[in-house]
């Protein structure tokens, strides 16, 4: 397994470490420019690859992370996707500090992808940066949004732990109601509906406001983990 990394800029001092879960089809080159900009507000980034028939094998190099004493915390688990299923589920079982839960994929929902990979496309990102990117991608899985996902009865509920929940209000994927549902009114998360945001949140028109928004938590979480605000109205 091969963990891609973006550090913090020669001389700065790392405030954090965020592992970045990938969803269904997604390789590095979908996160290059979220590590590029996570990584040069000082946190470490360290994507895994999600393997859906073997999310033993992510989960044993996750706590490998978690447990590295030369990447700094807070630790924070950045899912995407079934990458979002993923740290929803391991965020409450292993050692990382908070997560950041982003186009949560649903067990057993049936969202449009549409047939063709156009439709695809729009189901996933209006951002033609990152269209541009998945579609020269070779290691891309197209129509990998069809598959289905590992968990069959799988609960969600808000964990005791931090958890940021950013969803698109105009996912086909994943309805924004049924995704932000469980994590709603619960004093540990903050949630937060990208207005015409589609199911690639982390890389859709709205992306700088995503990691601002992603940003603002965990310098929160970095005052404590009940969230203190970082800015409040004068």
Request: hydrophobic share 45%; aromatic share 4%; with cysteine.
């Amino acid at each position: 397994m091969t963990v891609t990394t973006w550090d913090e800029p020669a001389g700065a001092t790392p405030r954090g470490t965020l592992i970045v879960l990938p969803g269904r089809g997604e390789t590095a080159a979908s996160y290059q420019r979220l590590g590029k900009r996570l990584a040069a507000d000082a946190y470490r980034v360290r994507l895994v690859p999600v393997d859906l028939d073997d999310l033993t094998a992510a989960r044993e190099q996750v706590e490998k992370l978690l447990a590295d004493e030369s990447l700094p915390a807070p630790k924070v688990l950045v899912g995407a996707d079934s990458g979002a299923t993923l740290a929803a589920t391991l965020v409450s079982e292993v050692d990382a500090d908070a997560a950041v839960i982003a186009g949560l994929a649903l067990p057993g929902a049936t969202g449009d992808t549409g047939a063709t990979w156009d439709d695809e496309l729009d189901a996933r990102s209006a951002c033609p940066v990152h269209r541009s990117v998945i579609e020269g991608d070779a290691g891309f899985e197209r129509a990998a949004l069809a598959r289905p996902l590992p968990w069959s009865d799988l609960e969600l509920t808000a964990p005791a732990k931090p958890v940021l929940v950013v969803h698109g209000a105009a996912d086909a994927v994943s309805p924004a109601d049924a995704a932000v549902a469980p994590y709603a009114g619960a004093p540990t998360a903050r949630t937060w509906l990208v207005q015409g945001g589609r199911h690639d949140v982390l890389n859709d028109v709205s992306h700088r406001s995503v990691a601002a928004t992603i940003v603002l938590f965990l310098e929160s979480l970095k005052l404590g983990p009940d969230l203190p605000p970082v800015l409040v109205p004068a």
